[in-house]
């Protein structure tokens, strides 16, 4: 699946009875609030020795992956625009890729 579908069939599922300002917030909470649920469950792997949840830990991912899309498309801007961006970013910040120095 292309970024920039998932974003449109994604808002395909946003609230219409909520504002403009208020579906922005609305996805920008939501994605503290996710992005704070895949924090947890990896907490508890990591900390706890508990077992990693892979299918709730893919649930949760989606529903991260959902709210920035919406954030994404309130603000005018598609998917593809910040996976683009973000890998000149990171082709700037490291050209050579990320290597472990010993």
Not at 59 to 87: R, S, Y
Request: with cysteine; proline share 4%; net charge neutral.
């Amino acid at each position: 699946m292309q970024l920039n579908d998932y974003q449109q069939g994604a808002a395909r599922t946003r609230n219409p009875a909520l504002s403009d300002r208020d579906r922005l917030l609305d996805a920008a909470s939501g994605l503290a609030e996710e992005s704070g649920e895949v924090l947890g469950l990896v907490r508890k792997h990591l900390m706890q020795g508990k077992p990693l949840e892979r299918p709730r830990l893919v649930h949760e991912l989606g529903d991260v992956l959902w709210c920035l899309a919406a954030v994404a498309n309130d603000a005018g801007i598609t998917l593809a625009e910040v996976a683009d961006a973000n890998l000149a970013k990171l082709r700037e910040r490291h050209p050579a890729g990320f290597t472990r120095s010993s």
